[in-house]
């Protein structure tokens, strides 16, 4: 439905198991890290992977002492999530999950044996837990709703060029009436080949009416993987935009 209607979603968090905190059989408890899954169809830096980063990010910055652990995973073995769905008609789609899962709640029928109880019941909530899980989530989705528009078409200018600099190019966000967006700002994100976590290199504000920006920065194209955001007036950043 929502690919024959042609939905503008930006990006589709699912979250399926975000309330347990105590793995069945080995009885370890985590109530400060929360798993984020994302696909990669596209290398390392396809778009689900960009929004687990964003997620990191965000839900770091708004959570303190909560971790967001990037899982380099479409989902958990012999398990599926609704995210896939969204992924496979060509969403942005990554999946939310508790660190430990308890397999005696999961696809049971509520009973008790042995002294062990069965089946998905509220007692099984760690209720702290879960309230840090959603703040992660909320934080993540009024940032993007508070954020302008991802640029469009980021790119490695030279990548032909036998050079020590990198020169980025990148169209500039629109509005929602297709202008360009005169509040936006731009950051410059970059990381070493093997590191999985965007730094911020620098920022420019684009003051004019072209509808293509570039900026040249010293450093090689071959030692780093870069891309490019948008920003609010606020501070409220975009998806990041890989350059490739």
């Not at 770091?60 to 398990?79: F, I, Q, S």
């Not at 911020?200 to 570039?214: G, R, T, V, Y």
Request: a negative charge; glycine letters at 6%.
């Amino acid at each position: 439905k929502a690919r024959e209607e042609n939905w503008p979603l930006i990006a589709v968090i699912n979250n399926d198991m975000i309330g347990n905190a105590e793995a069945s059989g080995t009885h370890l408890v985590e109530t400060d890290v929360v798993r984020i899954f994302s696909e990669s169809r596209s290398g390392v830096d396809s778009n689900e992977r960009q929004l687990a980063r964003y997620v990191k990010e965000i839900g770091e910055r708004y959570v303190p002492g909560h971790t967001v652990k990037l899982m380099y995973r479409a989902d958990r073995y012999r398990r599926g999530g609704d995210h896939s769905s969204f992924v496979n008609q060509g969403f942005t789609a990554v999946r939310m999950t508790e660190y430990y899962e308890n397999y005696d709640r999961t696809h049971q029928v509520v009973r008790e044996e042995d002294g062990i109880a069965y089946g998905d019941m509220p007692s099984g909530v760690c209720v702290p837990y879960l309230a840090k899980n959603i703040k992660v989530n909320l934080a993540s989705i009024m940032n993007l709703a508070d954020a302008p528009m991802a640029p469009a078409h980021a790119e490695i200018a030279n990548a032909s060029e036998l050079s020590n600099y990198t020169i980025l190019k990148w169209e500039q966000a629109k509005d929602s009436d297709g202008n360009i967006d005169q509040n936006a700002s731009y950051e410059i994100l970059y990381r070493e080949t093997d590191q999985p976590e965007w730094k911020i290199l620098d920022s420019c504000k684009a003051d004019s009416q072209n509808e293509n920006l570039s900026t040249e920065i010293p450093l090689s194209k071959d030692n780093y993987f870069f891309a490019v955001r948008s920003k609010s007036a606020k501070g409220n950043a975009s998806l990041p935009a890989f350059c490739r």
